[in-house]
């Protein structure tokens, strides 16, 4: 299918939500180029979506001289918009025609999580948005050791770059030294503030920038805004996604893991006035939980998760990061877990499960439905 695009400013959907703004050439408030506008498919779990930082954007001649998810050897324009960070230049206008717009969206580790290719017809009078969605793939990202480099999208060795030049002498001295090579060394962290009281108002400064538990007004080691779906939290803070909220949840009719523990869930969308709520498009997390508040006291609302009669986030966590049991025990896997001879990817082994009632219920990290027969991945 053909979109018919225009020029026009970069304009990003990232991860589900528009983030957008204007890159000219040269000066920010220009418009001059081409757009980008690259979103999630259907079907791809939020495991994926929530773990993209980079997104790039390549014109190429068409979308059969691409291999995805690889980069492209040959481009007419490039561009990328950063989860955390500026956007690049806007994709010179060429030629009027028929191209693809390719899109690869890339993890902490360079690792590509998604990518697709759309084709697009370019106007030289236009003034829309090139648009592409994106599939779920899977991509090897930077050897151990190396580092990924998100600004650039590349590998960087332990060696690092090239260290800066030497700063001019003045009359008769000498030019200062150059500037050493390799990735600085990470900071080191706070004192521990754990266990400390708080108030949530005054947390950063109580708890070291840290979180304050609003139930126990306790510090806890839980950063702000780093928690992904169906991962433990205190606050709703904690949860990364715009719509997400921490949330109690139990197993086997009791709290899970414990009373002052919830786990990040995104809102479910209401379809029908009334209170129809549908969560199919968060698999795995296709359950709807009804009528709960959250542990930050938000008010009682409905939410996407797994099936608390059957099992965990910590077991659907664990089949998603496909933890193997080679002993074959279910000892081996988290509460709300089973072990079970599964394929993944045409591949067949010991994994960390759960018990399911329909496919819907599970994927794999890349976005793919399992087939499930009593548990997912049969």
């Known amino acids: 299918m053909s979109r018919i695009v225009k020029s026009s400013s970069i304009l990003a959907a990232l991860l589900g939500m528009a983030a957008s703004s204007s890159l000219g050439c040269g000066t920010s ?27 790039e954007g390549y014109l190429v001649a068409s979308c059969d001289s691409v291999e995805i998810p690889e980069r492209p050897n040959e481009a007419i324009g490039s561009t990328f918009t950063l989860r955390d960070g500026p956007e690049g230049p806007p994709i010179p206008v060429p030629d009027p025609g028929e191209y693809g717009l390719y899109a690869v969206a890339l993890d902490s580790s360079c690792a590509v999580v998604a990518a697709g290719c759309d084709t697009v017809v370019v106007l030289s009078d236009s003034q829309a948005t090139l648009a592409v969605t994106m599939g779920a793939f899977s991509l ?10 998100i600004d650039t999208g590349a590998c960087v060795g332990p060696d690092g770059g090239t260290g800066g030049a030497g700063g001019a002498g003045g009359d008769g001295g000498s030019g200062g030294d150059g500037g050493s090579g390799g990735m600085g060394g990470v900071g080191g962290v706070g004192g521990s503030v754990v266990g400390s009281t708080c108030t949530v108002q005054t947390q950063d400064e109580d708890c070291n920038g840290k979180s304050c538990n609003p139930i126990t007004l306790e510090c806890t080691d839980f950063g702000k805004w780093e928690r992904r779906s169906c991962e433990t939290c205190v606050s709703d803070q904690n ?29 479910a969308q209401l379809t029908l006035p009334g209170g129809t709520y549908d969560c199919s498009g968060e698999k795995p997390y296709v359950t709807v939980i009804p009528d709960r508040s959250s542990m930050s006291g938000a008010g009682a609302s409905a939410y996407c998760g ?28 988290p509460s709300g877990g089973i072990c079970r001879y599964t394929q993944d ?22 976005g793919w439905q399992l087939d499930c027969a009593g548990f997912c991945g049969a």
């Open 29 to 55: 408030n220009s418009t001059e180029g081409l757009s980008m506008e690259a979103s999630f498919a259907v079907g791809v779990p939020r495991a994926a979506r929530d773990e993209a930082v980079r997104v």
């Open 140 to 149: 090897e990202g930077c050897a151990a050791g190396d580092q990924c480099a």
């Open 239 to 267: 949860c990364w996604e715009s719509d997400s909220r921490c949330v109690p949840m139990f197993f086997e009719g009791n709290r899970y893991p414990d009373d002052h523990t919830g786990f990040c869930l995104p809102q």
């Open 306 to 333: 797994p099936r608390e009669d059957l099992t965990t986030c910590d077991a659907v966590s664990a089949q998603l990061d496909k933890i193997l049991c080679t002993q074959g025990s279910d000892d081996q896997c």
């Open 345 to 366: 990817n045409g591949k067949w082994d010991y994994r960390c499960t759960y018990s399911c009632t329909a496919d819907m219920e599970c994927a794999n990290l890349q």
